[in-house]
């Protein structure tokens, strides 16, 4: 694989730092770290520009707090400058890099691809009811804690060679334990740690429906024996190469039985229904707090799947 060199002066000219500026900017005008920023924009550009050549940029103290939906985890946050818009900068030319290593089965973080894009390609995976008879699922255990540095940056020097920007990421990889989730990095480095198992799973194994959202693994087969033995290889495929385990709720089941539960959404052959977490707390909103915005998010969700019986059991006054 050819490895990709000569990017880090790229990275830190002044025209991407402007421009990374400009990005990360966008939804967030009213932030007190960009205020604050935009006091002085131009010197805190210059001075950006001034650290990162020199290699005296140091990632600065996260703030972490906790988030509860949909599940509870820590949720790490940098300064607005000069970390936000240095990763945007990193991101503005290594982006199609990655890109371009990415399969196609990986849908989290992607432009273009998301949690409808998963969702509709395995609908219409679904299609061919003889070939996807069963489903293995799985994620991984704790993944953005467990991801591995020292595997991490082995990995991206298989891709990258420039040893200014492999300097870069390290600093910022050794910033926090595993990757902080919050991160505008930090979801391109889960996609990048997980790719070339992305690639083994397809290329070795074979799996002709295989989707992944993030930590998420839907594979599908007619046969369920065939899945038993590529969790089994996927299981110390994780251990030997990633220092990774497979959550101990993975199954392997029916699909015309159970159903997908995947990416928000309960997958059949014949139809795909709201998750039932979902439906859940889209009554709870109705009955608790029921603004407008809400409503239209939760609908937002119910458009993309067979909802009007959900629909006129919460929402009857509406015509649908």
């Known amino acids: 694989m050819k490895r990709a060199g000569s990017l880090f002066q790229k990275i830190t000219s002044l025209e991407n730092l402007i421009l990374a500026d400009g990005k990360a900017q966008k939804g967030k005008s009213k932030q007190y770290g960009v205020i604050a920023h935009n006091k002085n924009k131009e010197r805190n550009i210059a001075s950006l520009n001034d650290i990162l050549i020199s290699k005296t940029y140091k990632t600065s103290n996260y703030s972490v707090f906790k988030v509860y939906e949909p599940k509870e985890r820590e949720v790490y946050k940098l300064p607005y400058f000069p970390d936000r818009i240095c990763h945007h900068a990193i991101m503005n030319i290594l982006e199609p890099i990655f890109l371009n290593v990415f399969t196609a089965d990986s849908y ?3 432009k273009g691809k998301g949690i409808h894009a998963a969702s509709f390609n395995l609908r219409k995976a679904l299609k061919n009811e003889e070939e996807t008879t069963f489903c293995l699922k799985l994620d991984i255990k704790k993944f953005y804690p467990n991801v591995d540095h020292d595997i991490l940056k082995s990995l991206l020097r298989r891709k990258f060679k420039d040893q200014d920007l492999l ?77 990774l385990q497979v959550k ?73």
């Open 167 to 243: 300097w870069l990421l390290d600093e910022i990889i050794d910033s926090s334990p595993g990757l902080p989730i919050g991160n505008y990095l930090s979801q391109y480095f889960a996609n990048f740690y997980l790719t070339y198992f992305d690639h083994w799973i397809k290329e070795r194994l074979k799996a002709k429906y295989y989707f992944r959202y993030a930590d998420d693994i839907v594979i599908l087969n007619r046969d369920k024996e065939v899945l038993h033995r590529i969790l089994y290889l996927i299981k110390s495929y994780f251990e030997i190469n990633l220092k």
């Open 108 to 110: 989290s973080c992607i």
């Open 248 to 320: 101990e709720n993975w199954q392997v089941f029916p699909v015309k039985v159970r159903g997908i539960d995947f990416v928000g959404y309960k997958h059949f052959h014949s139809h795909t229904l709201l998750r039932k977490s979902i439906k859940k707390r889209f009554a709870r909103m109705l009955k608790t707090n029921p603004k407008s915005e809400s409503i239209a998010s939760y609908k937002g969700w119910t458009k993309h799947c067979n909802s009007k019986n959900l629909l006129k059991k919460l929402i009857p006054h509406e015509t649908l």
